[in-house]
């Protein structure tokens, strides 16, 4: 790791294709500061990315990459960093990728504590596929596949976590800059599984959770003074649902990583040094 590392070392060489104003492009480089602040640089750090808008992220930043399949991101992001707990993992997706088909794997990932940073890329929508309803959409929210809205209340991530006894939970906005940098930053620095729900706004398929919707809805925590280390105010605000919180919500100061109690006994690694520059040929080259 070197101290000098600048935000913008973590940008690849490719031009991202997501729609002008799309939120994963605040997303991301709120990832990248963090990483950066963190004293993280492309050679230690590994993203994993899910499949979706979100799931691209993988091929922007420059780092170790893999992007997974549909919903299996933490899995393979819990390998990774069993077989070299030194990497700082990284792992991205959608709110369809882990509130979905990843659910599963979601709450698992939890409960092991692996000491990883989990970040939600939440647009409450299908946003690759064009727009289908997904996991946190709102109950009346029409769309191509729900013309009368889910008609089913949206799954509330952060009370999935605290009910899979996560000890990190944060949820953030893309469009923030400063404030999603820091609390990607806290997770970073979480030991176990730091997860971050991020309202990352899809502006061309989910008109009703913009960027305006956020901006006046959110409530910070941080100017709200609330302790994150007082467990039943954070399952209070996380239980009551009413209200768009950004900060950090829990932090269990006693938590520790998977690695640490259960990890490797020996060198599982086979990456050589420096070699970042080619990891997405490495990944073409798998499939
Ligand atoms: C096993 C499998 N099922 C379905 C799909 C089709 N699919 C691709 S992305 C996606 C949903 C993406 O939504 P989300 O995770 O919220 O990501 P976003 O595009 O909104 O960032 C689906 C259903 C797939 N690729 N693989
Ligand atoms: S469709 Fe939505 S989520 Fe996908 S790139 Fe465009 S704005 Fe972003
Ligand atoms: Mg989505």
Redesign the pocket.
Not at 93 to 102: N, R, T
């Given at each position: 790791m070197s101290s000098d590392v600048r935000f913008t070392d973590f940008k690849s060489d490719k031009q991202p294709t997501w729609c002008p104003g799309c939120g994963?492009f605040g997303t991301m480089n709120g990832m990248m500061k963090a990483l950066a602040n963190t004293g993280n640089d492309p050679d230690n750090t590994f993203v994993v990315a899910?499949?979706?808008?979100?799931?691209?992220i993988g091929t922007y930043m420059h780092s170790y990459a893999l992007h997974g399949?549909?919903?299996r991101a933490l899995p393979v992001g819990t390998g990774v960093k069993l077989a070299n707990p030194d990497l700082e993992v990284m792992v991205a997706?959608?709110?369809?990728?882990?509130?979905?088909?990843?659910a599963g794997h979601f709450v698992h990932a939890v409960r092991r504590n692996v000491d990883l940073t989990y970040v939600v890329?939440?647009?409450?929508?299908?946003?690759?596929?064009k727009g289908?309803a997904?996991p946190?959409s709102r109950e009346d929210f029409e769309t191509s596949t729900t013309p009368e809205g889910p008609q089913q209340p949206p799954v509330n991530p952060l009370a999935l976590a605290l009910a899979s006894g996560a000890t990190f939970i944060a949820q953030s906005f893309s469009s923030d800059a400063l404030r999603h940098a820091e609390i990607i930053e806290q997770a970073i620095e979480h030991d176990g599984f730091g997860f971050v729900n991020v309202f990352?706004p899809?502006v061309t398929?989910n008109d009703v959770d913009t960027y305006d919707y956020f901006r006046d809805s959110l409530v910070d925590l941080k100017e709200a003074d609330h302790d994150p280390h007082d467990y039943d105010d954070a399952k209070e605000k996380i239980l009551e649902g009413d209200k768009e919180y950004m900060g950090v919500l829990w932090q269990d100061e006693e938590s520790v990583p998977y690695h640490q109690t259960h990890g490797v006994t020996e060198d599982m690694t086979d990456i050589p040094d420096g070699a970042a520059d080619g990891s997405m040929d490495l990944v073409r080259e798998f499939y």
């Open positions: 994963d899910g499949i979706g808008c979100s799931g691209k399949v549909h919903g997706g959608g709110d369809g990728d882990g509130y979905s088909i990843g890329m939440d647009n409450r929508i299908y946003g690759l596929t289908q997904s946190t990352s899809c398929f």
